[in-house]
């Protein structure tokens, strides 16, 4: 059983920034394919940035060039830095696995992008 334990979110301000954090249960970070995912009021849930199980990144057109993801194998953590944030990256952001062919994910932390 894999637990996700996502942390960091919060209000900003437009042009601001957030870490978010993503602890996870087990040792097998660097051998499966995940990330984070979002999903915005009335929305379907998306994806932000995600590692492949190869270990190569992938990243929504609209982040780009603003988010960076990025994991800490020896803590079981992955990271999301969000930089120049907008309003319409307002959304709860979920971390995700796929591990062993099933998809995992947590509970999301909510990110308020306004000022």
């Known amino acids: 059983q894999v637990q996700l334990v996502e942390s960091g979110g919060g209000l900003v301000q437009p042009g601001g920034s957030l870490r978010l954090s993503c602890a996870a249960s087990?040792?097998?970070?660097?051998?499966?394919?995940m990330g984070w995912y979002r999903q915005a009021p009335g929305k379907q849930r998306d994806m932000v940035a995600a590692?492949?199980?190869?270990?190569?990144?992938n990243y929504a057109d609209s982040v780009k060039g603003r988010f960076t993801i990025s994991r800490d194998n020896p803590k079981n953590t992955l990271y999301l830095q969000m930089n120049s944030l907008k309003p319409e990256d307002t959304a709860v952001y979920y971390c995700?696995?796929?591990?062993?062919?099933?998809?995992?994910w947590g509970k999301g932390t909510l990110v308020t992008v306004s000022s």
């Open positions: 995700w696995i796929n591990w062993r062919g099933v998809d995992y």
């Open positions: 087990g040792n097998f970070f660097s051998r499966y394919a």
């Open positions: 590692f492949t199980s190869g270990g190569s990144t």
